[in-house]
């Protein structure tokens, strides 16, 4: 089984409608992370988490929430959702260690029409 | 400035040769440097981390760093066709221990 699961793995929705993507990890790290992907422009860090006490912005949060639901799981919130929206969402989870790997899950292919 | 950099490519070589893969930073309290491979639609996986200056081997894979050029390198040998895929660099810095910053990524192309 997957370390990282991201679900859905795709999801077409409306400009408007709120949409929540999930991640749940099994590799009992503390810190969780969701990245969006759009071509030419990288990894964007959206939020960040330490713990469930622990909810940090990244560079681009404006229009997205996060929830900590326990350590294993961290969901990103669309809360109305636009076009500029799509992309490519991954959720990764680390232990702090000084190798600091974060590791991803499989992604979340988001359209907004 | 973004905080990483790399030339997005494609970089194309010919299978067997050596692939070079650059990356420049601008945050000089950066303390470590990170190695992604991302193949098409999928997600990254690190090959490699490094956070002393000099050479670090790991099979085909070297990472160079020179932090007074504030510079990182990947070197890939024996290039093979399954090697193509975008390589992302990423910094973690001394100030912000919490975060990666990556930068945008190198598509590599290994032609047969």
């Known amino acids: 089984d997957a370390d990282v699961t991201q679900t859905p793995r795709n999801r077409i929705t409306k400009t408007g409608k709120r949409i929540m993507l999930e991640c749940s990890q099994t590799?009992?790290?503390?810190?969780m992370y969701w990245y969006r992907q759009d071509p030419g422009l990288g990894l964007r860090l959206i939020y960040y988490?330490?713990?469930?006490?622990?909810?940090n912005k990244g560079e681009i949060s404006d229009g997205y929430s996060v929830s900590r639901q326990a350590q294993a799981k961290f969901s990103l919130s669309l809360e109305s959702a636009i076009p500029n929206q799509t992309a490519l969402y991954f959720c990764a989870t680390s232990d702090g260690s000084l190798s600091y790997e974060q590791y991803f899950g499989p992604g979340t292919r988001l359209t907004v029409t | 400035q973004k905080e990483v950099e790399q030339n997005s490519g494609p970089l194309s070589v010919p299978e067997g040769a050596i692939a070079s893969l650059n990356c420049t930073y601008s945050?000089?309290?950066?303390?470590?440097f990170f190695w992604y491979r991302q193949y098409s639609g999928k997600s990254p996986e690190l090959i490699m981390f490094?956070?002393?200056?000099g050479d670090k081997e790991d099979g085909r894979f070297t990472a160079q760093l020179n932090k007074a050029s504030q510079y990182v390198s990947l070197l890939i040998r024996d290039s093979q066709p399954s090697d193509s895929a975008t390589y992302l660099c990423?910094?973690?810095?001394?100030?912000?221990?919490?975060?990666?910053?990556f930068g945008t990524g190198t598509r590599l192309q290994v032609f047969p």
């Open positions: 945050d000089r309290g950066s303390q470590s």
């Open positions: 590799k009992g790290h503390d810190r």
């Open positions: 490094i956070y002393s200056n």
């Open positions: 990423a910094a973690k810095s001394l100030y912000n221990t919490d975060k990666l910053i």
């Open positions: 988490s330490f713990d469930v006490k622990d909810i």
